[in-house]
């Protein structure tokens, strides 16, 4: 079964930064591809960054984009995503997503528009102005 559970989230003034930890099992690591995405209140999804856990390629929203960074620890089966200068409009739960490269046959571009199979419940991040 996979699971995906996050956490890092936050209270954080604007400028400060955070970083978000995904903890994954019940998969091969290098099959997947990984995705951190986020919801405001009254907002629909947005596919933050997205990473191809088997050559490590990544594709990032344009908001987000030199600010966040996504990064990996296969032998914790860790995902991480660094964010630095946190901005308010970046308040949103944030959640991390994974589906099968193999199975799903999509770039990491795609499934981060359309999303992805699998979910984490989501941790806040609250960034005060």
């Known amino acids: 079964e996979v699971q995906l559970v996050e956490s890092g989230g936050g209270l954080v003034q604007a400028g400060g930064s955070l970083r978000l930890s995904c903890v994954v099992s019940?998969?091969?690591?290098?099959?997947?591809?990984i995705g951190w995405f986020r919801q405001a209140p009254g907002k629909e999804r947005e596919g933050v960054v997205a990473i191809n856990l088997n050559d490590g390629s990544t594709v990032y929203s344009d908001s987000v984009k030199g600010r966040f960074t996504i990064s990996t620890d296969s032998a914790k089966n860790t995902v991480y995503l660094q964010m630095n200068s946190l901005r308010p409009e970046d308040t949103a739960v944030y959640y991390c997503?994974?589906?099968?490269?193999?199975?799903?046959?999509?770039?990491?571009?795609?499934?981060?528009?359309?999303?992805?199979?699998?979910w984490g419940k989501g941790t806040l991040v609250t960034v005060s102005s």
């Open positions: 997503a994974a589906d099968s490269l193999i199975t799903s046959g999509l770039t990491i571009a795609t499934m981060l528009h359309y999303g992805m199979d699998y």
């Open positions: 019940g998969f091969t690591f290098v099959d997947y591809a």
